[in-house]
């Protein structure tokens, strides 16, 4: 199941929920939904909101401090950081995606224009 | 350990509920039973609750019988005994009397948040009652909340908001065990499934360790129990 709510999106299906809830962090600060020093949601709020473990937000939120991407500043909540490491995390993680679909093209022997054209036919569909 | 059940077997008269069952508790656990019907979850929640006794095997709450610490323990139930002519205030009395650890401004805050009409319950519809009951439920300052089905017949809309307000309100050093059918929609809140098949344990896994390995709660449910 998918769990699609504003910006987050959760699947079941798909790994560790606190690996996702970070990744949607990433995925917000890439493409500049959340910038640095905007306050992230209580873990009790996300939680309800998603219908998650509060425990799970804890272990994603301490993921993202261990990164140096938020920090928790006491009695205030959750921000993001100012030194958040925002310029190149879109080059990264499309960087990131696009190694699987280059894997992808290559097993198929496709030539890097025919995995162009395909992207570019897909691009406005998806 | 909060709660905890060591071979724990219970006959009824024509078949076996649970068979040889040895499971502990710790405080601060959101776990999943999981199970068809006839599996032995009703069984298990009912046993934590002091409401049926083993034929063999030990079930102890805090270090004692379920029954001695009833104090400390909340049941909310599949059966919907409440009166047709109880409006939610009424509840509220009612629930007071009955217990001393019935917190009367969480109710409220709880009926709200819920979104629980303020009528009589013959004229509510049974998500309305379903979500009055969890109210009635979460209200209570326990350290083990026993919610049997508490999703089973009732909305979606109902469903999600009742979730919700279990994240809300529950507290790290709580322990929930809830049993569902709607295992997709409550599989976030998981930390631990345990699945029953038969009255016996089939598996019992840490949710994030299963989604490690690309699956979820709802496809082992399917694996598992098929």
Known sequence: MINDKGNWSIDMSAGPIFEQIAKNVHQMLARGALKPGDKLPSARDLAAKLNVNPNTIVHAYNELEAQNVIEKRRGLGTFVREDAPVTGMKKDMLHQAANAYADEGRQLDASIQEAITALKEVWDVG | ?226
């Open chain 2, 1 to 226: 350990m909060l709660a905890k059940l060591e071979h724990v077997t219970k006959r009824y008269v024509k078949n076996e509920g649970l068979r040889d069952l040895s499971l502990d508790f710790p405080a601060g656990e959101v776990v999943g039973v999981l199970g068809l019907n006839g599996s032995g979850k009703s069984t298990l929640l009912k046993l934590l609750a002091g409401l049926l006794f083993p034929t063999s095997g030990t079930v102890t709450v805090f270090d004692g019988a379920p029954r001695s610490k009833r104090a400390n323990i909340v049941f909310l139930g599949e059966n919907d005994a409440l009166w047709p002519w109880m409006t939610p205030s009424d509840a509220m009395k009612f629930m007071s009397n009955l217990y001393d650890d019935f917190d009367a401004a969480r109710f409220t805050g709880l009926l709200d948040s819920l979104k629980v009409p303020l009528r009589k319950t013959k004229t509510m519809s049974r998500g309305e009652r379903g979500r009055l009951r969890l109210a009635m439920a979460l209200a209570r300052n326990a350290k083990l909340y026993l919610l049997d089905e508490p999703l089973a017949g009732i909305d979606l809309i109902s469903r999600e908001s009742i979730l919700s307000s279990i994240v809300q309100e529950w507290h790290t050093d709580e322990t929930i065990l809830l049993s569902t059918h709607e295992v997709a929609e409550a599989e976030g809140l998981f930390e631990r499934a345990i699945y029953l098949r038969e009255g016996r344990l089939a598996l019992d896994v840490s949710a994030e360790s299963l989604r490690e390995g690309g699956k979820s709660v709802v496809d082992t449910f399917r694996e598992v129990l098929a």
